[in-house]
């Protein structure tokens, strides 16, 4: 059995940077802040895999778990914009820096987290394929929290 914890410089690496390289190691299509939202993030997928033992490889969709930049936006460490300075508005239009909210949006890094939402395939295949890696989540040092179903997404968490 593959083991979950690996070192970089004499350090353990966090759980989830764990269970990303564990699972990519099975063929699964792994990420952290994908591209906007779950619809936008889906198209994002590429086709085949980019690295690792199943490069060039086309990626099984039910195998696929990720989340988006929506999950990881970081409220508490939001600035205020320094182009408008707050107002949303730059020569009379809408800022083009922070789209006219007023304020930049910072993300989390999966480093900077403790656990977040994920996204998979809710098919019945899909939902098969998540059941078989709960244990491989648990090895890694993450927690989980999900129904089983395709209808919610699976909550994953670590320290």
């Known amino acids: 059995m593959k083991r979950c ?3 970089i410089m004499g350090n353990t690496i966090m ?3 764990r269970l990303q390289e564990r699972l990519r190691d099975e ?7 994908m591209p906007c939202c779950q619809s936008c993030a889906w198209a994002e997928i590429p086709d085949t895999h980019q690295a690792g033992p199943f490069e060039g490889q086309e990626i099984d969709l039910s195998r696929v778990l990720f989340n988006h930049e929506q999950d990881c936006e970081d409220w508490d460490n939001e600035e205020t914009c320094s182009a408008c300075e707050g107002d949303g508005y730059y020569d009379d239009d809408d800022c083009g820096y922070c789209d006219g909210v007023g304020s930049i949006t910072k993300y ?7 656990g977040s939402l994920f996204c998979f395939d809710g098919t019945r295949k899909g939902v098969n394929q998540l059941k078989k890696i709960l244990p491989i ?23």
């Open 15 to 17: 759980s989830f940077r």
């Open 27 to 33: 063929g699964w299509f792994v990420e952290w802040k």
């Open 5 to 7: 914890v690996k070192s």
């Open 137 to 159: 989540i648990e090895e890694c040092g993450c927690s989980w929290y999900w129904d089983k179903s395709g209808k919610t997404r699976i909550e994953i968490s670590w320290d």
């Open 108 to 114: 989390l890094e999966s480093y900077e987290a403790d």
